[in-house]
């Protein structure tokens, strides 16, 4: 079958002697579209009935098997021939068919070749089921033939992480037969002559401990089951592989991928999903040809730590500098505990954690720098400080791209204090930074798009998401998130407490609410931000005390044991009767009439306010698309990624609603109405 608008075929027939081989050839990665999907059916229909044909391999063209199905289908009717009919199709024909794998073989890739009578895969093969992290189940019989393969309890950790997995652990699980280091079409084709039919659907299931694998599920299913309601279903999916017909139970898989495909968590995550691949690419900057190999990093703090971390992980060297001898030791000790950890935890296999253990290295001579491609500053956010560690760098790598990871001073200004100021460009992580996803990637004025392509090479490298953000304080992220923390402030003052805010906001989604985050970062951390406005004359028209209030009487957050809470020992926090004391003094003292403010009237507020800044930063050139603040805040700031981000949540609302939202919270904080503004905003998204 030839792909719409093009002459190639999707699936191209060729024969090794009496060996039918059908390669998938639709670039970029092979998504299983209906011309996909039609294609390898005829191929089988050929196979079945060629009398000299003993069997087939199913291979992807330019080292990907399948990267999954084509998204944009899930948002109407699926285009026939569905992949459980292509997948039928293989199971009852008479003759064997061997999947070859290489490269991607992810979601409807994964289960195709579960399809198969066999499974041969090249060591750079990659497997997974990412279905759940898109709102739905697989649907092509991934929750039925997996588990029959690995158990059930490996079957759900796979489906619901949506976790990839190498061909080395694939093998392990007996998700692949094999691990072929050469031709793997030649050694598929050898298998194909000699195999017969082996349906996994016809499989028992291994045998598995019922109480160990209730303890399991719910541990694996208990953090998504609030937010994303695809785990819970597939994990009754899984839990019930093997105990009725095949056939029942694909029907059942289906018709609940069907009903899930189409909700509106699924269409929220579709969207960031398509966002987080667009963000990188805006401006028209490409990331370099050539990976960063060698990498600096100054700063040996947890930041620094992290940094480095995420680089080595990720295939480069990574030299770590503090001018603290002792300190640059503790760092690199750190660091590779940090490597271990991911050993540990699975994240890592043992040969890549201690290839990446191996590229680390520290010293207190920024003179070792020597050789770096790249060289990240990660020093204190005092522009002094990092303007002398850049100037510094510049001499000894002359030809490096510099780096600044700062959160909210301008990068042009930075850059002015170099030699040549086309070398800098922003990397502001977010922490942990050897976890946490989002990177925005900060160009100065006068930084060279060769710096910022660098720059995207290296995030995209270290699998991270990365934003292109305007030389603006706050940049998108830090931007919107001082305008929500602002307006949950406000919230206080008008009715809600603490309490009340937290438990709304994450009844929506967040992991935690915003005073529960803020006592455990520290609220000293954003009084340091505010004496910085006060001294700049640029406090917002509304100010609310309660923060600095709290502050002076010690209530600096979980460190101190109190804050916005209480905190046991323990951690566990309990509502302060001092807090509430004051938050309903404050509203006393400057005449606000307290009113009761319900869940949805809360989260309208704080998410609206959200909305409300990041058209503004849209609208100033700091966020090229509205589709950019959602990434930022999904990635960034825990915002829940089920609801699509603030951008996408407000596209999503009722126009007349909406509109009321946002003068709400535009009277809210003393501004002028920008209800047009943010709907203009909007509609060009």
């Known amino acids: 079958m030839t ?66 199905s084509d998204i944009s289908e899930f948002d109407g009717v699926v285009p026939d021939p569905l992949l459980p009919a292509v997948i039928a199709a293989i199971e009852t024909c008479p003759r064997p068919v061997v999947a070859a794998l290489d490269g991607l073989a992810l979601g409807g890739g994964l289960e195709l070749a579960l399809g198969c009578d066999a499974r041969l895969a090249t060591p750079q093969a990659v497997v997974g089921l990412p279905e759940v992290t898109l709102g739905m189940v697989p649907g092509a019989g991934g929750t039925q033939r997996l588990p029959r393969l690995t158990g059930r309890a490996a079957a759900l950790d796979l489906i619901v992480s949506g976790r990839r997995v190498g061909a080395a652990e694939a093998r392990r699980l007996g998700i692949v037969d094999d691990v072929v280091d050469d031709d793997v079409v030649e050694a598929a084709v050898t298998l194909a002559r000699t195999i017969g039919k082996r349906r996994v659907g016809d499989l028992p299931m291994p045998p598995e401990d019922e109480a160990a694998y209730d303890a399991f599920e719910k541990a694996a299913t208990a953090a998504l089951r609030r937010t994303v309601g695809a785990a819970g279903e597939a994990a009754e999916l899984v839990r019930t592989a093997g105990t009725r017909p095949l056939t029942q139970a694909l029907l059942d898989e289906r018709a609940r991928f069907d009903r899930l495909r189409t909700s509106p968590e699924a269409a929220a995550l579709r969207h960031v999903f398509f966002a987080e691949r667009a963000a990188p690419r805006r401006g028209g900057v490409r990331p370099a040809v050539q990976p960063v190999t060698r990498a600096g990093v100054v700063g ?24 603290d001898p002792a300190q640059a030791e503790r760092a690199l000790g750190q660091a ?98 050897h976890v946490m996803r ?71 989604g967040f992991a935690m609410g915003p005073f529960a985050v803020a006592d455990l970062s520290g609220l000293q951390i954003a009084q340091s931000l505010r004496r910085r406005w006060r001294a700049t004359d640029r406090l917002p028209a509304r100010y609310v005390d309660i923060p600095d209030e709290l502050c002076d009487r010690g209530r600096l957050g979980r460190r101190t044991g109190a804050g916005y809470y209480t905190y046991a020992e323990d951690g566990t926090r309990s509502v302060a009767a ?95 109405d920008l209800s047009e503004l943010v709907a203009e905003v909007l509609r060009r998204a």
């Open 578 to 672: 001092e807090v509430t004391e004051l938050v309903l003094s404050e509203s006393r003292r400057k005449g606000i009439a307290r009113q009761a403010l319900d869940r949805g009237t809360i989260v309208t507020r704080a998410v609206a306010a959200m909305a409300v800044e990041g058209a503004r930063a849209v609208a100033a050139g700091v966020a090229a698309h509205c589709d950019d603040v959602d990434v930022a805040m999904v990635n960034g700031f825990g915002f829940p990624r089920h609801r699509g981000g603030p951008m996408w949540w407000a596209r999503q609302q009722d126009p007349d609603e909406f509109a009321a939202a946002v003068r709400a919270v535009t009277e809210a904080a003393h501004e002028d």
């Open 336 to 433: 590779r505990d940090l490597v271990a950890r991911a050993a540990r935890r699975g994240r890592l296999d043992t040969e890549a954690a201690e290839r990446a253990s191996r590229s680390l290295s520290a010293s207190a001579a920024i003179a070792d720098l020597g050789g770096s491609q790249l060289v990240v500053e990660a020093v204190f956010e005092d522009p002094d400080v990092k303007a002398a560690v850049l100037r510094s760098a510049q001499e000894v790598v002359p030809r490096a791209v510099l780096a600044t990871n700062t959160s909210y001073l301008g990068v042009g200004r930075l850059a002015e204090t170099l030699d040549d100021p086309t070398r800098l460009v922003g990397l502001h992580f977010f922490a942990p930074a």
């Open 300 to 323: 040996a703090g947890a930041m620094g730590v992290g940094i480095a971390v995420a680089l080595a992980t990720h295939g480069a060297s990574v030299h770590l500098i503090d001018r």
């Open 438 to 508: 989002l990177v925005e990637v900060v160009a100065g004025e006068r930084t060279a798009p060769e710096a910022v392509a660098l720059a995207l090479r290296a995030v995209r490298d270290m699998e991270k998401c990365a934003v292109l953000a305007g030389d603006s304080e706050g940049f998108i992220g830090n931007r919107v998130f001082a305008v929500y923390r602002r307006h949950v402030e406000y919230l206080l003052e008008d009715g809600a407490l603490p309490a009340e805010v937290d438990a709304a906001l994450e009844g929506f």
């Open 3 to 68: 792909a719409p608008g093009d002459a190639r075929p999707a699936v191209r027939q060729e024969t090794r002697g009496d060996v039918l081989v059908l390669i998938i050839d639709n670039p970029p990665v092979n998504a299983s579209s209906q011309a996909v999907r039609a294609g390898v059916l005829a191929g089988i229909e050929r196979l079945r009935e060629h009398d000299g044909l003993a069997g087939a391999v199913l291979v992807g063209a330019r080292g990907s098997f399948i990267a999954g």
